[in-house]
């Protein structure tokens, strides 16, 4: 019985496409380590097209703590809403951008459960790419956040005396932070069991880290403890690094302390992400 | 067939225990396996019997806590990337991502695979038309049904011409029609010369496909062979029975023992039994009704068959198949 379906299979035109699809004589030759990562790059983007509604975060949050956070702290911490606004509006395009990190471990998780990431690795390509390719994509989302705060910030009126230049500077040194940061989150992506554990253990590292810090309040009315933790937590760095390239008044050192935190992030957590990947079982 | 074969995987003594807690599984206790290049080779066992966890391993997604796997000369550890570069992986966990259409999955991994361009779009094309896929094509791989899935899967897998196929349960959860597709495409895929590993829980589906099956079970082979050996090893069929009064179960088996010379299971069923019928031709089935019906006792059903997956392991490892699933999961 074998035997006869294997003969009505040589002569059917289904059997026909098959074998020509899989005598594969012109094997292409690997692909560079750049080009696998951005092919994951292009996959992300492909997902934001498909499932558009992810984008509903990236929109909503911004306009939502932008607005919140002028208006309920506006009048009572500085006297009035716009001059408030001078000191908030960078520091809430931080917390926004590092409140949408978080979904890089949630994707994860879910292309583990999915069995997607499984896929991916099976192939002969560069390791970190699909996770690298993944966190460049991410980007995307961030540069979303970024335009959405800023025009409305502009809007309520923010006047950045750093320009058009000095603006561009601060989303930029927040997306690299941005970028660093996310290796926890992909840790926490391959370490944890649901896509939500993830989500929930992402906001307890979040938490701490953009509200106790600068992002808000001038730390000098803070317990000397919480001004100890807020003096050292990078994202009160990042934050002064944004409103000094905002407002024109940066210092080489505000931006180096950025930047070696992004390196040092990214030397601890990288590693530790790509031994769990390689590892997982 | 006395000369010596090629080996396309060679597994020695493969180990993988899995700890949580205080609880160590033996998913994997000492695996060895030698599949002959251009052959499909079954790994049949129930669910968590191991059969998953060596496939994982054998495409270097999981590393053994022992023991050495070699895939078309290319060891697992070692030359992973070289093992990677030959096979193909389809299975619950090697998915296509639903988000994105048929296209846009052949397509990315078509890049992944080093195909640049024109010559990825093309690629996908070709495989998406030889699977059936063509007018699917845009649609995102979430509104498919399972058995295009399933194709889509296998089309995916088959990105690179992979000499060496992986196919964990390719059939499970599919309804006859798209399963045949499957066993379709796998044929003519060993007659182009792939060798295809196979897991599945269907002794009729090793039956169908496999040159050479193993049987595994707790992590460890308790038999292998082909389908014919197997069978034979636990008879080449069976009789099944019900008896109209439970009463009368014990004193039907004892009348099937005498006639057929073969031991008899008991099912959890009161009412049913079950026996294998020995090979050698000597046995004559045909007397067990009328010895029954001397007996007075009445057999509403009777049947005679090919012995299941249940039988092939009740007569192996002497427990049910349900037994194992449960100590294992």
Redesign the interface.
Known sequence: MATQTTTELDTTPEASKLRAAIALDDRPSRPSPVSATLTFTWRALLKIKHVPEQLFDVTLTPIIFTLMFTYLFGGALAGDVTTYLQYLLPGILVQTVLFTTVYTGYTLNTDITKGVFDRFRSLPIWRPAPIVGALIGDTVRYTIASVITLALGLALGFRPDGGVVGVVLGVLLLLVFAFALSWIFTILGLLLRTPNAVMGTSMLVLMPLTFASNIFVDPSTMPALLQRWVDINPVSHLATAVRGLMGGTTSFDQIGWVLIAAVGLTIVFAPITMRLYRNRS | MATQQELAIEARGLVKH?TSGKTTTKAVDGIDLAVPEGTVYGVLGPNGAGKTTAV?ML?????PDAGTARVLGHDVLTDA??V??V?G?T???????????GT?NLV??A??????GS?AKGRAG??L????LADAGSR?VKTYSGGMRRRIDLA?S?V??PKVLFLDEPTTGLDPRSRNQVW??V???V??G?TVLLTTQYLEEAD?LADRIAVIDHGKVIAEGTATELKRSVGEGAVHLRVADSADRARAAELVEQVLGTEVTLAPDPYALAARVPDDGAVDVGRLLPTLADAGITVPEFSLGQPSLDEVFLALTGQPTDDITEEVA
């Open positions: 899995f994982r495409a270097t997604l999981l590393r990337d070289a990677r570069s096979v992986l299975g619950q966990y090697a998915s296509v991502d639903e988000d994105l259409t846009e990315m991994l890049r992944l695979y080093g195909f640049t010559r070709q495989l038309d030889a699977f059936g995102q995916a088959l690179m011409s379709d495409i044929r003519v895929l007659a182009d792939a169908q």
